[in-house]
Structures are given as C-alpha cells and as structure tokens.
C-alpha cells in the first residue's frame, strides 16, 4: 500500500511540475504551450523539445477536457488521454523528486 502512495505522489509530483512550466511558459509567452517545435535554431529545437518533455502531461489533459466540452469527443477519448498524461506525469516525476533529492543531499 505504501507502494502505491509513493507512485501516487510521484505522479502528483510530476503534474504540478508540468502545470507549473506550463503557466510560466504562458506568463512569459502569453501563449499556451503546444506540442510544437522551433525548428528554425539547435538552440530552439533544444527548448521546444525539453518544454514539451516537462510539460506533456499538462498539455494532453488540456487537449483532453477541451476536445471533450468543446468537441464533444467520447468519454474513452478522456480516459485514454488521462492514462497516458499520469504515466507521464510518473517518469517526469520520478525526474523532479531524483533533482529534489539531490538537492537536499547537497545542502
């Protein structure tokens, strides 16, 4: 039981991570992030790339709720969007918690 807790809060972990990339990206940029690529520079196809790995999750379960009110997509749309976006959310949380960790062992 304590198993599932730990991934739980790991995936929560993860998500608020996302979210909160997510609303710094659009505070600066006055623009939602999106899964799309400045391929114009390395430089910028670095970022665009490591933007969408730490915000992913944030912007599936966007898409899902949105293209669920307004589109009308079927529930399974949701449910498999929601899926995909908490594994996602595990991994990059399981990247946040190891640099938080780190962090503290350092201090």
């Not at 940029?29 to 999106?34: A, H, I, W």
């Not at 430089?43 to 599936?60: D, E, Q, W």
Request: glycine residues 10%.
């Amino acid at each position: 039981m304590a198993d599932l807790g730990l991934v739980f809060f790991v995936a929560c972990a993860g998500f608020a991570a996302a979210g909160l990339i997510a609303s710094l990206y659009q505070l600066v940029t006055s623009q939602p992030p999106r899964f799309n690529f400045d391929v114009d520079t390395v430089v910028g196809t670095i970022g665009s790339v490591a933007l969408c790995l730490i915000t992913g999750p944030f912007i599936i379960m966007r898409n899902a709720i949105r293209g669920r009110r307004i589109e009308g997509r079927p529930l399974g749309w949701l449910v498999a969007s929601s899926t995909i976006a908490g594994m996602w959310s595990m991994f990059s949380g399981l990247f946040v918690v190891h640099i938080a960790v780190s962090i503290a062992k350092t201090i």
